[in-house]
């Protein structure tokens, strides 16, 4: 920033003389920073540039203060920083060794601040000292702020990353289940995790509360840590002053540096995602909270600024500079998206939330920039942050447009299954995980979209009379022995799914297409299609859980799902392999089941692999998990359903951990 210090306090203390090229009468010259007496008069660059004696102090106040300084490294300040740091600032006439032969003999007084300066003067020391402390104490404090920052960026990246690494650290695998039962996966407080406390926040796990704790902790140790006082001051009249500024100033740039960690955690294609256990919702949390963090560092900054030109009595002046207006944009705009975030916002009118969320996030970060150019242009590199958060969220926006144009312009054809769900396909599409989908025909709100878990990759074609499996010629198509499996249900409120029937004349032909089972109550965007047949779908896949894939090595699974939340479950019985995995299933509506078997055939849906599948009644998971999850051996717990099934599931599986049972639970949810 000031290197050297020396230097710049040279120029600092004699750069308020007036020369004889200055022009009377304004106040627009050349002037250190925190300088509030400028003399009534106006020193322009090409003055500083060319008149002797105020090159020659500046060099024999160099050669008496700077000893320890290189004659490169002054030479090197003299052309490029003297004059100031404008671009197209002109260099001084001559260089700094000539000066400074040019100041010979060597001055002895010191020139009156209030006379013309026609003679090669000393510095004053006072004066020189109150610069060279303000500018000594300054350059520590940011760069200070600017490590602080990178702590918090960098840690923000990397914990995650370590604390999923220690999966792979061989502890005993019952101690590994105890302590995640005891210390992660619990709700913070009470029963509630997904389920909304008061329908107004989600209750973090233990995990998600002890790196929220962190967050706040390395926030608050950061803005309190690392102070230089140092007296005299030119900027400032006292320490207290001083301390006040500086808090100001640190809190900006811990704002400033978690935008990018903001950014990351809310994208959809987060790195780390793929490189951590840690789930999308896990994420999102973290980045409510960060935003909290975010918000209130920048208002303290605005305020002390605002407290500070109160007093000064410069507010009616200050506040009509265009740094000032941009500063305050940025902030209103981070304040209006607390509120505008709550959760029952979003669940009420969430079409309204995503489209405020973006235009109020992105004015924030235009804004904060702006604020920044405008008062120190780019000198010191604040607006770096910001350009890491938009170089992320372009990455995140580019990697969704890749993944739209990949599939292109598909069609989708929509079957009913009951009143309150319906079955899409997708044909020529190839994903797995879950995908989102955008109708842009249903809305004008055609970036409208949704996330949908990936039911099934292959789409039944009509049966064929054939003796035996066939291909065809295109050879896209595949060729599987079908089977019966439209067998109506008793009265009974659990499914049998025995019995099938496989005809020796009939083979089904497959060809690649995506299937999804899709609720429609309410009044969403999703309520819409239960009255379509087919229109257009642009499918943005795929994103896969990398947290399902840890389970092919675990023995033992029992995946619990309710309604729909079968389709998340499907990738975990797909793949599982010579692993022992069961699959509990509650629904209202048997025509979903029905719909289910057909999507997924017997080879799923096998006798072996369902446990229960209790149509109109509750699965009673207590006895469920007593039962399946077993001592002395390794087992894995998949739910995705209802958010009271999934507490409940969490509830359960915590206290068998806290037993002795060796269980890990993976809950699959999309969170608001």
């Known amino acids: 920033m000031y290197d050297p210090i020396c230097a710049f306090a040279c120029h600092d203390a004699l750069s308020n003389y007036q020369l004889s090229c200055s022009v009377p009468g304004g106040s627009g010259g050349h002037h250190h920073l925190g300088d509030m007496n400028r003399p009534m008069f106006s020193t322009s660059p090409d003055c500083y540039a060319t008149d002797d004696n105020f090159l020659g102090s500046v060099s024999y106040c160099i050669n008496t203060h700077c000893s320890d300084v290189s004659i490169s490294d002054i030479e090197h300040y003299w052309e490029t920083f003297l004059i100031g740091r404008s671009p197209d600032q002109p260099t001084p006439k001559e260089s700094y060794t000539a000066a400074l032969l040019h100041a010979d003999p060597p001055p002895n007084t010191t020139a009156n601040f209030m006379m013309l300066l026609n003679t090669t003067t000393l510095v004053s020391e006072q004066v020189y000292l109150g610069i060279y402390n303000a500018y000594s104490s300054l350059e520590q404090m940011e760069t200070r702020q600017s490590n602080f920052g990178l702590v ?42 997904r389920n909304p406390v008061l329908n107004l926040a989600i209750m973090p796990t233990r995990g998600q509360a002890m790196f929220i704790a962190y967050v706040i902790a390395i926030n608050i140790a950061l803005s309190c840590a690392g102070y230089v006082l140092v007296m005299p001051n030119t900027f400032h009249g006292t320490k207290q002053d001083q301390l006040l500024i500086g808090i100001a100033n640190r809190q900006a740039v811990l704002s400033l540096a978690n935008l990018p960690l903001l950014v990351l955690y809310a994208g959809r294609n987060n790195f780390l995602l793929s490189i951590t256990n840690w789930s999308y919702s896990t994420f999102l949390l973290l980045h409510r909270w960060i935003a909290i963090i975010c918000t209130i560092e920048a208002c303290i900054h605005s305020t002390i600024y605002l407290h500070i030109y109160l007093v000064m009595g410069e507010f009616a002046i200050e506040s009509k500079e265009t740094y000032w207006i941009c500063g305050i944009v940025a902030v209103l705009s981070f304040s209006i998206l607390l509120p505008a975030s709550t959760l029952p916002l979003r669940q009420k009118m969430y079409n309204l939330f995503l489209g405020s969320h973006f235009i109020l996030a992105f004015s924030a970060m235009v804004g904060a920039y702006f604020h920044i150019f405008h008062r120190f242009g780019h000198q010191w590199g604040y607006e770096t942050w910001i350009y890491i958060a938009f170089a992320i969220w372009g990455f995140d926006r580019a990697m969704r447009f890749f993944r739209l144009a990949r599939n292109g312009l598909r069609t989708a054809e929509i079957t009913i299954i009951d009143e309150n769900n319906i079955r899409v396909d997708i044909p020529g599409v190839t994903a797995q995980g879950h995908a989102y989908l955008y109708f842009p025909t249903l809305s004008w709100r055609v970036w409208e979209n949704h996330p949908f878990s990936v039911m099934g990759t292959l789409m039944a074609q009509e049966p064929q009379k054939t003796p035996s499996p066939s291909t065809t010629t295109t050879g896209e198509s595949i060729s599987l022995p079908s ?50 047949k087919k229109l257009p779908v642009l499918v943005e896949a795929s994103y896969a859980a990398s947290s399902l894939d840890e389970l092919r090595t675990v023995p033992n699974c029992i995946v619990i799902a309710g309604g729909v939340g079968i389709t998340a479950v499907v990738p975990v019985l797909r793949t599982r392999g010579n692993g022992r995995v069961r699959l509990f299933w509650g629904t209202r509506s048997p025509q979903l089941v029905e719909a289910a078997r057909k999507a997924l055939g017997p080879d799923i849906l096998d006798p072996s692999i369902v446990g229960e599948i209790s149509v109109g009644r509750r699965l009673n998971l207590r006895e469920i998990l007593e039962r399946e999850v077993l001592e002395g051996s390794e087992t894995a717990v998949v739910v995705c359903g209802p958010v009271e099934m999934a507490d409940e599931v969490r509830a359960i599986v915590c206290e068998l951990g806290r037993r002795g049972r060796t269980v890990k639970l993976v809950d699959e949810a999309f969170s608001w």
């Not at 914990?159 to 999923?164: G, L, T, Y």
């Not at 690494?165 to 509630?192: E, T």
């Open 152 to 193: 918090l960026l960098i840690a923000g990246a990397v914990i995650p990353v370590a604390c999923s690494l220690l999966r792979f650290v061989p502890f005993p695998k019952v101690i590994g289940s105890w302590f995640n039962a005891q210390f992660v996966n619990p709700p913070l407080f009470g029963r509630r995790h």
């Open 483 to 532: 089977t019966d499996i439209e067998k109506k249900p008793g009265r009974s409120s659990t499914f049998d799914l025995g019995g099938y029937i496989t005809p020796p004349s009939k083979t089904t032909s497959f060809k690649p297409g995506l299937t999804f089972f899709i609720t429609t109550r309410g009044k969403g965007l999703t309520a819409t299609l239960h009255n379509k």
